[in-house]
């Protein structure tokens, strides 16, 4: 079985909480991989014919767990349209005014983009909220994205999308952006559980079951329904919720309760759920969220651009919700990688917790908000925070017996340059630190900076490419 040593790293976060789950750094210097899994961290010397990769001066933390995406919006970037505009006339603007043009050729295109970002991030489990389908369909969506990430070693979560029913934003639109029917739905559902989930704590693919927004996409019986399929077959629940005030004024409308409490009374909490987003919800949500264990993939990028909000997720951590990021879709986060999410999720928390300070005078307590979100906090949410939505019990972590995700970063661009504690750079500092090395499941994805086989000039063009030919079409 192959081994290979990581050696002499200047420092190691290991993923795990910041309380409870053992050391949050790690000394090392040095980790052994055996086959798959992470065997050995500490002092360690060189086994005769072992590979060797040197860290350093690198800091080495846990593969990202992206746990929310929508890869096809890749060629969607920056659409002047939708630039600035909130979420339901960015809706209609952008995603549903460019969805039916997607063929096989650019959404794999689009796919390949997103999914080396992430990697050139230093990702290596993607879970992506897919819901290009429809009725009479040309092409497979979800074998392309399987086959994509296959391609580049990645883990793969299928959130498989779509929906029985339609708002008027789409009920004007061509063949195919129409619904299908909850049948359709499901014996897909069967095909892809069949064909691509894997149950084991490793897996490197998974189907959920993820209707694209409950409140809207489904009726509440079709929640039910789908619910009860997934947990007949060992799949898990996930869907968009609660992003902007919208969802808590239709739920009203419709429902005569908050989203959180409709997703309630239709089955749709519990430990094998997670919503993106969860922007706008009250205490009493935030309480029935946490006490069924249900998850949040957190999206501060996209809810910045689309001026959704700030989601609680301290408040939802303290609580005891099980915290995940998600980079969302290109077309609402130009930047769509893990490295300027988690800097992202580390400057908002501590922006919302201090938009709530008052001065002393009228009852304050405290000033600011710096509390509100440490380095160590953002490493695990963006790791095993992740994994642990996904049901991946030994992805996420750089601990012995887990599997070897492991990101090797160098700090030699100048931003990085003055750090006093090199460990907090790739999140405290932004940018993009460049890749000594990703390992994905032992095997090395990345090796200084590069990934092999990707000719990065080549696929610029192909994408420049493919927006002209969008843009030609509409």
Not at 440 to 458: F, N, P, Q, T
Request: proline share 5%; glycine share 10%.
């Amino acid at each position: 079985m192959s081994s290979t040593l990581i050696r002499n790293a200047s420092a190691i976060l290991s993923g795990a909480r910041t309380q409870g789950e053992g050391p949050v750094r790690l000394d090392g210097p040095d980790i052994r991989i055996v086959g798959e899994t992470i065997a050995e961290i500490g002092a360690l010397t060189p086994q005769p014919g072992e590979s060797i990769v040197d860290a350093t001066d690198c800091v080495v933390y846990p593969a990202w767990v992206n746990t929310h995406h929508h890869l096809f919006q890749s060629l969607l970037k920056g659409d002047t349209v939708g630039l600035d505009a909130s979420l339901t006339p960015w809706l209609a603007a952008t995603p549903y005014r460019f969805r039916a043009l997607f063929d096989e050729r650019r959404f794999r295109l689009a796919a390949r983009i997103g999914l080396i970002e992430l990697a050139r991030s230093g990702c290596t489990t993607v879970a992506d909220h897919n819901y290009v389908y429809y009725p009479g369909m040309p092409f497979d969506s979800s074998a392309i994205l399987f086959d994509e990430a296959d391609k580049l070693g990645l883990r793969f979560v299928l959130l498989r999308g779509g929906a029985t029913r339609t708002r008027q934003l789409e009920a004007e639109l061509p063949t195919a952006l129409r619904p299908e029917s909850l049948d359709a739905y499901l014996a897909d559902m069967q095909r892809l559980s069949a064909q691509f989930h894997d149950a084991s704590p490793r897996a490197m693919r998974r189907v959920v079951v993820a209707p694209t927004t409950v409140l809207y996409s489904i009726s509440p019986s079709e929640m039910r329904e789908t619910a009860a399929f997934a947990r007949a077959h060992g799949l898990r629940l996930h869907s968009h919720l609660s992003e902007t005030v919208g969802y808590q004024d239709s739920a009203r409308q419709m429902h005569g309760m908050s989203p959180v409490e409709f997703c309630g009374e239709y089955d749709w909490l519990g430990d094998d759920v997670w919503f993106a987003h969860l922007v706008k919800i009250d205490a009493h949500e935030l309480a029935m969220l946490a006490s069924t264990r249900t998850g949040v993939a957190h999206c501060p990028q996209s809810n910045g651009r689309l001026g959704s909000g700030i989601c609680p997720v301290r408040e939802m951590a303290d609580a005891g919700m099980p915290v995940s990021i998600g980079v969302d879709g290109a077309a609402s986060n130009e930047a769509a990688d893990m490295i300027s999410e988690v800097h992202m999720t580390w400057l908002a928390q501590r922006a919302r917790r201090g938009m709530a300070a008052q001065p002393s005078y009228a009852g304050g307590r405290f000033e600011g908000g710096a509390d509100a979100a440490t380095i160590e906090d953002v490493v695990h949410w963006g790791t095993a925070g992740g994994a642990e939505v996904l049901g991946l019990s030994e992805v996420g972590r750089i601990a012995p017996g887990f599997s070897a995700d492991i990101a090797i970063y160098r700090l030699d661009d100048p931003r990085y340059f003055g750090l006093h504690d090199p460990a907090i750079g790739p999140v405290a500092s932004g940018g993009r630190p460049a890749l000594a090395a990703l390992f994905s499941s032992g095997r090395r994805i990345v090796r200084d900076d590069a990934i092999e086989g990707v000719d990065l000039r080549e696929l610029a063009h192909e994408a420049r490419t493919a927006v002209g030919e969008l843009l030609a079409s509409v």
